[in-house]
């Protein structure tokens, strides 16, 4: 049986793809600190918590604006330097750029653009919006990328746990919003899973991040290996 030959993610420069996991992981630390830092100047008084939710709004639908053109524009420009299954995971990935800027702007697409039921819950049907918009795209990717042949066995196993981990990032949170609303509420246990569930709010963009750090790093030295490999 003829052997697979085993290629990079890109043809070329490995550049944008660093970038591209740069950027989500600089997106969720820089919300989180955000929020820390406005939370804490609630608990000392030194807000309103109005002016905190006003404040980080506005800081939110910034930075989600800009993380949203630097991951599509550094998306595609991944999706020039790859070909085949490695380009449609690309591809996806652009379409997942939308993820940071619609953590602001979810509600007001829902339910005053599209004029959508809230039902009772239009902050978690907004929520739920924005982390489909990111994590849906980013799981199919990574899925794609562990099933190329094409691709690195250790590249295959990182993106294979990295579809998991980005699965479990919009799981667990909708699972905690539900039962907290619907089937047990109020209940004591809650509040730490609730706790946890407000983490990974921040870490579905820094998981899968992390994932094409470690998938750039696996690609680029498969390309060294080629080229040392090539008479």
């Given at each position: 049986m003829r052997q697979m030959v085993k290629n990079p993610l890109l043809t070329h420069?490995?550049?944008?793809?660093?970038?591209?996991?740069?950027?989500?992981?600089g997106y969720a630390l820089a919300t989180f600190f955000l929020n820390r830092i406005?939370?804490?100047?609630?608990?000392?008084?030194?807000?309103?918590?109005?002016?905190?939710?006003?404040?980080?709004?506005?800081?939110?639908?910034?930075?989600?604006l800009a993380a949203s053109v630097l991951l599509f524009g550094l998306a595609v420009?991944?999706?020039?330097?790859?070909?085949?299954?490695?380009?449609?995971a690309f591809i996806l990935t652009a379409l997942a750029s939308g993820g940071p800027l619609m953590v602001a702007q979810?509600?007001?697409?829902?339910?005053?653009?599209?004029?959508?039921?809230t039902m009772g819950a239009g902050s978690v049907l907004a929520a739920t919006f924005a982390a489909l918009v990111f994590t849906l795209p980013m799981t199919i990717a990574f899925i794609l990328l562990a099933s190329s042949?094409?691709?690195?066995?250790?590249?295959?196993?990182?993106?294979?746990?990295?579809?998991?981990?980005?699965?479990?990032?919009?799981v667990y949170p909708i699972?905690?919003?539900?039962?907290?609303?619907?089937?047990?509420?109020?209940?004591?246990g809650l509040g730490p899973k609730m706790t946890a569930s407000g983490y990974l709010l921040y870490l579905r963009f820094a998981l899968?991040?992390?994932?094409?750090?470690?998938?750039?790093?696996v690609s680029v030295r498969q390309k060294r290996t080629t080229r040392a490999e090539t008479p």
């Amino acid at each position: 049986m003829r052997q697979m030959v085993k290629n990079p993610l890109l043809t070329h420069s490995h550049l944008p793809l660093f970038l591209l996991a740069g950027t989500m992981i600089g997106y969720a630390l820089a919300t989180f600190f955000l929020n820390r830092i406005l939370s804490d100047r609630v608990m000392r008084g030194l807000i309103s918590v109005s002016a905190y939710q006003n404040q980080l709004s506005r800081l939110v639908s910034a930075a989600g604006l800009a993380a949203s053109v630097l991951l599509f524009g550094l998306a595609v420009w991944c999706v020039v330097q790859s070909r085949g299954i490695s380009r449609a995971a690309f591809i996806l990935t652009a379409l997942a750029s939308g993820g940071p800027l619609m953590v602001a702007q979810a509600s007001r697409l829902l339910f005053q653009v599209l004029g959508l039921p809230t039902m009772g819950a239009g902050s978690v049907l907004a929520a739920t919006f924005a982390a489909l918009v990111f994590t849906l795209p980013m799981t199919i990717a990574f899925i794609l990328l562990a099933s190329s042949r094409s691709n690195p066995r250790p590249g295959r196993w990182i993106a294979l746990v990295s579809a998991l981990v980005t699965l479990a990032a919009l799981v667990y949170p909708i699972y905690i919003t539900v039962l907290a609303l619907l089937i047990t509420p109020g209940a004591p246990g809650l509040g730490p899973k609730m706790t946890a569930s407000g983490y990974l709010l921040y870490l579905r963009f820094a998981l899968p991040g992390l994932g094409l750090l470690l998938l750039a790093l696996v690609s680029v030295r498969q390309k060294r290996t080629t080229r040392a490999e090539t008479p």
